[in-house]
């Protein structure tokens, strides 16, 4: 909590002119609620992250209300959708106001003919696909937080699709949405001006620009959606290779095979492999020569997925590929849409087992730089771990990003034991991943294929990687959020303020 | 287990003790063993100082096991109307003689 107890009856107050009691919550349990992500962070320092109160709009109308009175009494806010990201982007750092937008999850119009859907940003994919299937529809939007993330968060982190290789990724699917700008100006953003325009090349191209900030240039409040129909059949082989070598051979054959049907494959390295073997039931039982991985997955109709799939069987086999078997290929491909709700352990360097929180590490990389990555990453991990228990390597993916193999979504899962992450550890962590991010931009790649590249350590780097780009994102800042209280603290934008710090 | 002690010197409990004995556990790694068929389990040696292992009635440890798969078959069903299998197009693979 930043604001003085008088400043925040003001606030309230101001609030009650525009919403409901009940959409006003300022007790304690409901701003904890609404400060937790799932990246950990030292647990004696949780308090600094808290917002001030929390509001419950339900219409764009509302939430612009909301932003005009933060703006006008310079109080910070923050929206908030599901709070799955990885970079802190729901987290307020100046506490103030967070904006939850759950209650905005109705679906307004469903198009059956030019095959769109128009939402409220706090519906959830999972949720928005039940509805669509009594239609044979599906909204390919896939991420490992399937289950419990918003469209809208997929929208501010311009998020990143398990099978993004064959349907695209959040920037591909959102059409357009309507857009509360940091004055509390109401904006429609997508390509043109229209709804449900795929393809415009009137004026600039404001639509990428008004995704993935990390919510610090305003709130979604409702998308329109591209939908395709559901696939009719899926396939996704599991194979094992004796050494990461084969592994990274074969999962580059597949990526750039040009099959139509593939959505994605993965390549699991050695330490995730072993990982696996110590704790995942289904991977235990496998023979020692196990020892990297490679999986694919194909959507589509049966008459296209299974001569496609023979395809990449016989890619496989030229690579030495041994087929891990039906029930582990569909089970590993069935729960990798819910990689949030998996209660973790590792290890610590005698063995035992300690409560450990999940957190990865992503980057873009090209295929030919994963092996050099992937040993740099292993390098900076061993060496925390080798000062401390509190971390321990859960190994890497790479995952496909697009349908020709130029780049991978590339990983590193880090357990971490919250409860032991004191100041000394967590500036261990932190300049860890600095290294990290390092690695990447030295290796021609991107700070993150995914999650965003706003938390501590790795932000750091943001100006290095997109030099002019980055004195254009002040520009663009200070020009659409003059008093600085849309999400303030993050991405180094406070450098776009004189003062450095407004809100 | 939930039990308490009546003051007479018997435990009080109502879960019975068969329901508390799993198989005779068998070393299937280094770090783990199994008991039910398909259930594993961290070997108990490694949880004595920070996680303790909990006890499990057999009937629970078997929801879970089969919740499991529920839970995977509805998500399967959620995202295609049906899975292709790979042991078939690799059987029809294999039959081809090498065919690339």
């Known amino acids: 909590m930043t604001l003085q107890a008088e400043r925040v009856d003001e606030v309230v107050s101001a609030l009650r002119g525009v919403l409901r009691d009940e959409q006003i919550l300022t007790s304690k349990p409901d701003r904890l609620n609404r400060a937790r992500v799932p990246a950990p962070f030292p647990v004696h320092r949780w308090t600094e992250r808290m917002p001030d109160l929390a509001v419950l709009p339900t219409s764009t109308e509302e939430v612009a209300a909301v932003v005009r009175i933060a703006n006008d009494l310079r109080v910070p806010i923050v929206p908030r959708d599901g709070g799955t990201g990885l970079t802190d982007g729901a987290v307020p750092l100046r506490g103030g106001i967070v904006v939850d937008v759950k209650r905005m999850n109705a679906i307004r119009e469903l198009d059956l003919e030019n095959r769109t859907v128009t939402v409220g940003t706090g519906i959830n994919m999972l949720k928005l696909n039940e509805q669509l299937a009594r239609h044979d529809l599906f909204y390919p939007d896939d991420p490992a937080s399937y289950p419990c993330s918003l469209v809208g968060g997929r929208i501010g982190t311009s998020g990143w699709s398990l099978i993004g290789s064959r349907y695209g990724h959040t920037r591909d699917l959102v059409l357009s949405f309507d857009f509360v700008l940091p004055t509390g100006e109401v904006m429609h953003v997508g390509d043109g001006i229209g709804h449900k325009i795929s393809k415009s090349s009137s004026g600039y191209q404001l639509k990428h620009l008004f995704m993935g900030h990390q919510g610090t240039l305003g709130i979604a409040t409702e998308a329109t959606l591209k939908l395709f129909p559901k696939p009719e059949a899926e396939l996704s082989p599991f194979w094992a290779f004796d050494n990461y070598d084969d592994a990274y051979a074969c999962v580059g054959a597949l990526a750039r095979a040009g099959v139509a049907t593939f959505a994605g494959a993965v390549l699991f390295d050695e330490h995730k492999v072993a990982y696996l073997r110590r704790d995942d039931e289904a991977y235990i039982p496998q023979p020692g020569d196990v020892r990297a991985l490679v999986c694919t997955v194909m959507y589509g109709y049966e008459d296209e997925v299974r001569p496609a799939g023979k395809r990449l069987f016989r890619i496989a086999r030229e690579h030495g590929a041994r087929y891990l078997g039906d029930e582990i290929s569909e089970g590993d491909w069935a729960a990798r849409h819910d990689r949030y709700a998996t209660p973790l352990h590792g290890r610590t360097k005698a063995g035992q087992v300690v409560p450990m929180s999940w957190h990865c590490e992503d980057a873009a990389i090209n295929y030919t730089h994963l092996p050099a990555v992937t040993k740099a990453w292993h390098e900076i991990v061993a060496d925390l771990r080798r000062r401390t228990d509190v971390f321990d390597d859960w190994g890497m993916f790479a995952y496909t990003s697009g349908n020709t193999g130029v780049d991978y979504l590339t990983e590193i899962d880090v357990g971490i034991w919250e409860q032991q992450l004191d100041d000394r550890a967590w500036e261990m962590w932190v300049k860890a991943k600095r290294d990290i991010a390092a690695v990447a931009i030295s290796h021609n790649g991107s700070i993150s294929a995914c999650h965003g590249s706003c938390r501590d350590g790795e932000v750091d780097l943001v100006p290095d990687e997109l030099g002019r780009g980055f004195d254009v994102m002040l520009d663009v800042k200070r020009a659409l959020d003059p008093n600085n209280i849309m999400n303030p603290g993050k991405y180094l934008l406070d450098r776009a303020y004189d003062t450095g710090r407004q809100a | ?100």
């Open chain 2, 1 to 100: 287990m939930t039990e308490s002690n009546n003051g007479k010197g018997r435990p009080v409990g109502y879960r019975y003790a068969e329901q508390l004995t799993p198989p005779e556990p068998a070393q299937v790694t280094d770090v783990a063993r199994t008991s039910f068929e398909h259930v594993y389990e961290v070997d108990p040696r490694l949880m004595q100082t920070w996680v303790l292992q909990q006890e499990f009635p057999n009937w629970d440890t078997l929801r879970i096991m089969n919740s499991r798969h529920d839970h995977l078959d509805w998500m399967h069903r959620h995202f295609a109307h049906k899975v292709v299998t790979g042991s078939e197009l690799l059987a029809e693979v294999e039959a081809e003689g090498g065919q690339s």
